[in-house]
């Protein structure tokens, strides 16, 4: 299971960190991230990174505001948001891939296997 958790309401320019906590699982994941879904629009990769953190993917929407981490002792990944912009509004959903899927495949999300239940972020002033 995935708890994501640390969203909310901020306002345009402020931060926010958002965490994804993965347990339960029947075997290590290879690649954990974040994606997200606005009112009325696809789901998008936000970022993801391999176990190792040899690799590593941030949307251009999101490159130098964003940065992911990851504690593998914890299984938690987490999401650093800074000047956030309204345009951040979306659910955010955290998912692993535990089939060691393509680097491609994993964030597009289609090679996650695991999905978390999402948390609001909600940008406005």
């Known amino acids: 299971q995935l708890q994501a958790s640390g969203g909310g309401l901020v306002q345009p320019g402020g931060s926010l960190r958002l965490s994804c906590a993965a347990s339960g699982l029947t075997s290590d994941y290879y690649a954990i991230g974040w994606f997200r879904q606005a009112p009325g629009k696809e789901r998008e990769g936000v970022s993801c990174?391999?176990?190792?953190?040899?690799?590593?993917y941030y949307a251009d929407s999101v490159k130098g505001r964003f940065t992911i981490s990851r504690d593998n002792s914890k299984n938690t990944v987490y999401l650093q948001m800074n000047s956030v912009k309204p345009e951040d509004t979306a659910i955010y959903y955290c998912?692993?891939?535990?089939?060691?899927?393509?680097?491609?495949?994993?964030?597009?999300?289609?090679?996650?296997?695991?999905w978390g239940k999402g948390t609001l972020v909600t940008v406005s002033s």
């Open positions: 990174v391999s176990r190792s953190g040899g690799s590593r």
């Open positions: 998912a692993v891939d535990t089939r060691r899927s393509v680097w491609s495949s994993v964030i597009s999300g289609y090679g996650m296997d695991y």
